[in-house]
């Protein structure tokens, strides 16, 4: 499964994705989440962690 199946299925809304390449053989995905709160968002990166694309993941407070 892709990376916003993924997502998708533990109920997080994608509100925005940045693509960018890093090097020749990694890229940068940015995903702007909408979830319910913090313990919403624990269970959405644990599942996110768990994919063998995923190298690492950061998390940001986007402030609107």
């Known amino acids: ?3 916003t199946h993924l997502i ?3 109920e997080g809304n ?3 994705v940045k693509v960018g390449r890093d090097d020749g053989y990694t890229n940068t995905l940015l995903f702007q ?3 319910r709160n ?3 968002l624990a269970r959405v990166i ?3 962690r768990r994919h063998p694309s995923v190298s ?3 998390r940001f407070m ?3």
């Open 1 to 3: 499964a892709g990376l």
């Open 8 to 10: 998708a299925q533990t």
């Open 14 to 16: 994608i509100i925005d």
């Open 33 to 35: 989440l909408g979830v």
């Open 38 to 40: 913090r313990i919403h």
């Open 46 to 48: 644990k599942r996110l």
């Open 56 to 58: 690492r993941i950061e």
């Open 62 to 64: 986007v402030n609107n």
